[in-house]
């Protein structure tokens, strides 16, 4: 098992849990990744809540038999062991977001509160600067703006996936994609 990685910051929204980790991707491999998905073929499918449907955004899913051999999927699995000692998690989707100006994205959650989910989520990016915009916000239980975490290259950031939350599409003045690649988890059963 690899060593759990430490923390950049952790953050309680109306107390679950949100971890940041910076320096777990190596340079190489974001670069990579970062070429692998200007290439990639993305469609408007995916929908943050049935209220907010005919505002999709652009996506690209993985097949399932594919999850498990993604290489960030095993960068995240040492931060997932330890975000909650002594529960497992086990990742049944994975899929990147592309937003550019002009996207609208909705607050939604991943899971239902009861739901013990998480979600680990990559900035797959080569370069960002702070003007350019894009942060993910996450919002208390009455929709009031309660933290932000910026989209640095190489960034994860794993959180309960019941905090309502928004990634925000960059600004006018960025013209680079933000793609954010999400890992969902749900509790792996007892062996």
């Known amino acids: 098992m690899a060593e759990a990685p430490v923390a950049t910051r952790r953050l309680t929204v109306a107390g679950r849990q949100v971890a940041v980790y910076d320096g777990l991707v190596p340079t190489a491999l974001l670069h990579?990744?970062?070429?692998?998905?200007?290439?990639?073929?993305?469609?408007?499918?995916e929908v943050a809540t049935p209220e907010t449907e005919h505002h999709r955004h652009w996506a690209m899913n993985v097949r399932p038999g594919q999850v498990e051999s993604l290489p960030l999927r095993a960068l995240a699995q040492p931060a997932i062991?330890?975000?909650?000692?002594?529960?497992?998690?086990?990742?049944?989707?994975?899929?990147?977001?592309?937003?550019?100006?002009?996207?609208?994205?909705h607050i939604h959650?991943?899971?239902?509160?009861?739901?013990?989910?998480?979600?680990?989520?990559?900035?797959?990016?080569?370069?960002?600067?702070?003007d350019w915009?894009?942060?993910?916000?996450?919002?208390?239980?009455?929709?009031?703006?309660a933290a932000v975490v910026s989209p640095r290259p190489g960034r994860l950031?794993?959180?309960?996936?019941?905090?309502?939350?928004?990634?925000?599409?960059?600004?006018?003045?960025?013209?680079?994609?933000?793609?954010?690649f999400?890992?969902?988890?749900?509790?792996?059963?007892a062996r």
């Open 32 to 45: 990579q990744l970062t070429v692998a998905l200007e290439h990639a073929l993305f469609s408007r499918s």
């Open 81 to 105: 062991d330890s975000f909650r000692a002594g529960h497992r998690y086990r990742c049944y989707r994975a899929y990147c977001n592309h937003a550019s100006f002009g996207d609208m994205l």
């Open 109 to 130: 959650t991943d899971s239902q509160p009861e739901a013990d989910e998480l979600t680990a989520l990559w900035y797959v990016t080569r370069e960002w600067q702070p």
């Open 133 to 145: 915009g894009g942060e993910t916000v996450f919002f208390d239980p009455q929709l009031d703006a």
């Open 157 to 180: 950031v794993i959180f309960d996936g019941a905090i309502p939350h928004a990634g925000r599409p960059p600004n006018r003045i960025c013209y680079a994609p933000r793609y954010t």
């Open 182 to 189: 999400a890992l969902k988890y749900e509790p792996a059963l």
